[in-house]
């Protein structure tokens, strides 16, 4: 089984479409960069290798983050880049839509906050900062780990610190149908947090045997939201429209 850093499914307010952006001063290469290495990743290296459950199994253990391996060779180089590489590989189509999509609405306005460059390094150590605190909770997990939301969580630890008051659209369930509703950075993250430390702990007894990787959520975003304060502290932001403009 594959342990999978996934956003999936409906958060408690809904799915995420879109959120104001219209003060974002520059345009967001690193996100863009960072989504498009994914996909390239997923298309062109993990897709061939689905058509057999045997061997993807063996490329994930021989190229993501298993947190038994790693423990006993974290002071060698490929050790740290099985660590890298899972942060830019997933599991299914579902996996990497949902993260990507995730990353887009939120990562554009942090990029903007933090510039780009410290940006690329704020979400590579949100990574490792995840990456570490679903390793201390699994030292004998031998289940491969892999996907970006631990990185991403952190991006939304920084955004519900620099613009808790936000609006993002969401998608809800109205009936028969969905429909959209508008909502606050502060409701739509947190409850999200809310929820997978909930998750976290209820899986505490069983988290070397696969499934979504909570506690990586739950390190990423604490260090992305620490990071975010301590930004905000030193350089302040920007104040934010209060509403989202009609599209």
């Known amino acids: 089984m594959k342990e999978n850093n996934s956003f999936g499914g409906i958060n408690m307010v809904g799915i995420p479409i879109r959120d104001d952006d219209t003060d974002r001063r520059t345009f967001p290469f690193v996100t863009v960069a ?32 298993v947190p038994y391996d790693f423990v006993r060779h974290i002071f060698t180089l490929e050790a740290w880049m099985d660590l890298f590489r899972s942060m830019f590989m997933h599991a299914s189509w579902e996996h990497i839509l949902g993260n990507m999509l995730y990353l887009w609405i939120f990562g554009d306005n942090v990029e903007d906050a933090f510039g780009h460059i410290a940006y690329l390094f704020f979400y590579l150590l949100c990574g490792v900062a995840a990456a570490f605190a679903h390793v201390l909770l699994a030292m004998n997990s031998q289940v491969p780990t892999l996907g ?42 947190g409850l999200w947090f809310v929820f997978q430390f909930i998750s976290m702990i209820a899986g505490l007894g069983a988290i070397d045997q696969g499934g979504v990787a909570f506690a990586a959520h739950v390190g990423g975003f604490i260090a992305g939201a620490a990071i975010g304060y301590l930004w905000k502290q030193a350089f302040g932001v920007r104040s934010t429209p209060t509403r989202i403009r009609p599209a």
């Open 34 to 65: 960072l989504i498009a290495i994914n996909v390239l990743v997923f298309v062109l290296y993990e897709l061939p290798m689905m058509t057999s459950d045997a061997a993807f199994e063996t490329a994930l253990r021989s190229a993501t983050l």
């Open 148 to 189: 970006a939301s631990g990185a991403i969580a952190g991006v939304l630890g920084a955004y519900l610190v620099l613009f808790p008051g936000r609006r993002v659209i969401a998608l809800v369930p109205g009936g028969a149908r969905m429909m959209t509703q508008e909502t606050t950075a502060l409701a739509m993250i």
